[in-house]
């Protein structure tokens, strides 16, 4: 009895003990990403100054593949213990369960919220050659044009993809959705006028800076610090509005102590002056900053509004 009692207690002290050594070795950071892009480069930002906060490298292992089923099952399978984390789109979380038949994992219920991270802004931009300068301008020339201009996206079922129809709805226009594999090769090809227009992030900023491309519009529900001259969907189609977030997540079951010091040391980042310049500076990324109970309530929410967006658009992914 005294024995079992003995090895109760020790087994408690070093859970305690490992619950207040966390991390105890280098932390995974996964990205459903390859390098280059939003989510990417927001690690690469993010991983080190985590790790000088923690006492512990994080390092980022990117894991493409399956619009981001395999980097996110893989988070979802490890330990929860802290070691593995994710930082992702909401596209993985509360889109992707309606796009598929078949989900490898329940985003919702595999998967728990550590912290939000950044807002992003899609803009929609044209090629230069398009006689249009304003958003109204494009609706009309939209209507003229006849075959339908084409419009790309970073893929099948992406937000450019349903950000997009839902403009085309609400705009009684048509367009021909030509899907590219990531934002770097639909920007490419919107440069080269392949296509006409396209909601880009990360991947078109730098190129509407330079004046290789004409930005016409925001799809969030704020006007964008990055384009304070540009207006939102929703000042011509009230209600249209999709702002993108990227987030921090982990396998459910993590420690109370655990989750506790991700979110705390997170959130000490985003309010550091010198950090959120940085991510700003990435181009079309603001801070955001949110309460475990204010992330949980925005991901249910969007999970049940992109329900709706996906059956709309008929968007599938096999």
Known sequence: ?????????LVFISTLAEGQQYPLRPVRLLVPNPPGGATDTLARVFAPKLGEALGQPVIVDNRPGSNGNVASEAAAR?????????????AQIVIGPHLYA??????????????SLVNTQMVLSVNPALPVRTLQEFVEHARRTQPPLAYASIGNGSQHH???????????????????????????????????????GNSVAGHIKSGRLRALAVAGKQR??????????????????VTPWLGLFAPVGLPASVLSQLRKETNRLLADSDFREKIRNLG?????????????ALIRAEHAKYAQIVKAAGAKVD
């Open 78 to 90: 490890a330990a929860p213990d802290g070691h593995t984390l994710l930082l992702c789109a909401d």
């Open 284 to 296: 079309g990324l603001e801070p955001y900053v949110s309460t475990p109970e204010e992330f949980a």
């Open 162 to 200: 349903l950000v997009m129809e839902m403009l085309k709805a609400r705009a009684g226009i048509d367009l021909l959705h030509v899907p590219f594999k990531g934002g770097g090769p639909a920007t490419v090809a919107l440069l080269a006028g392949e296509v006409s227009v396209m909601f880009g």
């Open 224 to 241: 964008s610090p990055a384009y304070p001259e540009l207006p939102k969907l929703s000042e011509l189609y009230p209600e249209l509005e």
């Open 102 to 115: 078949r989900m490898p994992l329940d985003t919702l219920k595999e998967l728990e919220p550590v912290a």
């Open 1 to 9: 009895m005294v024995r079992t009692l003995l090895a109760a207690v």
